[in-house]
């Protein structure tokens, strides 16, 4: 069964820093692109940052651009967050996401979430 899971979430002082790891494993052949989401506490879900698979592609959201840092390691097809001089709004649940893989069965599968992992930035 291919799936995402996220590691690496925790409470941080304000000004402080966390990484964050998400790991795609099952019988995967191909990934188009792997994303972090995050939602906030009664807030909605936004895109935090992206990276494509093959070609190194990178978004940022305007809020995290200069503190955050999306990386992969395609051996271990695994995406990183490295999160700086966190603030008290970026606590939140974060969530990886990819929207398309194809399994070595061809089969392929869209809209693929982890289950989450919480991020406190609290003194």
């Known amino acids: 069964q291919v799936q995402v899971v996220e590691s690496g979430g925790g409470l941080v002082q304000p000004g402080g820093s966390l990484s964050l790891s998400c790991a795609a494993s099952?019988?995967?052949?191909?990934?188009?692109?792997m994303d972090w989401y995050r939602q906030p506490p009664g807030k909605q879900r936004e895109l935090v940052a992206s990276?494509?698979?093959?070609?190194?592609?990178?978004y940022y959201a305007d809020s995290v651009r200069g503190r955050f840092t999306i990386s992969r390691d395609n051996a271990k097809r695994t995406v990183y967050l490295q999160m700086n001089s966190l603030k008290p709004e970026d606590t939140a649940v974060y969530y990886c996401?990819?929207?398309?893989?194809?399994?070595?069965?061809?089969?392929?599968?869209?809209?693929?979430w982890g289950q989450g992992t919480q991020v406190t930035v609290s003194s």
């Open positions: 996401h990819t929207d398309w893989v194809r399994d070595t069965a061809g089969q392929e599968i869209y809209n693929l």
């Open positions: 099952g019988n995967i052949a191909s990934i188009a692109r």
């Open positions: 990276i494509n698979w093959g070609g190194g592609t990178i």
